[in-house]
């Protein structure tokens, strides 16, 4: 069973601070996405990264997949109210198994 | 991006009551999708893998004959409900995968039921 660590499940913050989420797995995935839900909602897609090493940016969002794609981040600059909701990882491989982190719990406070 | 439609978005039934929710993709042929329950702040919990002309794989503790699935085409998935209670009151969640997006997963909105 691949199991897909995220942390910090909850995070508090007040606008304008910087924030990193971490997923990370002893499992070697062929590729990772992250989303972004907010209540009442289904998950929306931010990113997709596939290769080892690989930095995408979306604005204010620093996605990162670790060389042995094995684990990824995600850095948020300057946090605004708009990036409250629930961030979650998803990491397939070339089995066809999609993994899910628990997701993380962002609020930030005006 | 890709897009993954649900219908209906919010459903309230008597108890003992049938519910279909209906999955679509509307831009891209999807062989497998898949339905997740959620339970507020909480993440995901996947119930089934639906793959198109085949019989669903439903995780362990899902009553495959309360939650039917059926993919009858690369575009459509359903979920029913049947014989719903009101502890099957929830958030249900469907997605596609799209295999020409590196497997990426696309979530349709979701449909909030609840069973009176």
């Known amino acids: 069973t691949q199991l897909l660590e995220q942390s910090p499940q909850f995070l508090s913050i007040q606008e304008g601070e910087n924030l990193t989420v971490y997923c990370n797995s002893s499992?070697?995935?062929?590729?990772l996405q992250w989303y972004r839900q907010e209540p009442g909602e289904g998950p929306v897609l931010l990113v997709t990264?596939?290769?080892?090493?690989e930095v995408k940016k979306l604005k204010r969002l620093t996605f990162q997949f670790g060389d042995a794609r094995k684990d990824s981040s995600l850095h948020i600059t300057a946090a605004q109210p708009g990036d409250t909701g629930l961030y979650l990882c998803a990491g397939y491989t070339n089995a066809g198994k999609s993994t899910f982190g628990d997701g993380t719990t962002l609020t930030v406070k005006p | 991006g890709a897009v993954v439609s649900q219908h209906p978005s919010r459903v309230i039934c008597k108890s003992g009551t049938s519910v279909k929710i209906e999955c679509r993709s509307l831009?891209?042929?999807?062989?497998?999708m898949f339905w997740y329950r959620q339970f507020p702040k909480q993440s995901l919990m996947l119930m089934a893998t639906?793959?198109?002309?085949?019989?669903?794989?439903?995780e362990q503790g899902v009553e495959k004959d309360k939650f039917l699935i059926n993919h009858a085409s690369l575009t459509l998935s359903t979920l029913t409900v049947t014989s719903a209670h009101p502890e099957d009151s929830s958030f249900y969640i469907c997605?596609?995968?799209?295999?020409?997006?590196?497997?990426?997963?696309?979530f349709g909105p979701g449909t909030r039921l609840l069973v009176l």
């Open positions: 639906s793959n198109e002309g085949s019989k669903a794989t439903y």
């Open positions: 997605s596609a995968r799209d295999l020409y997006a590196s497997g990426t997963q696309y």
């Open positions: 499992s070697v995935f062929s590729s």
């Open positions: 990264v596939v290769t080892g090493g």
């Open positions: 831009d891209f042929q999807a062989t497998t």
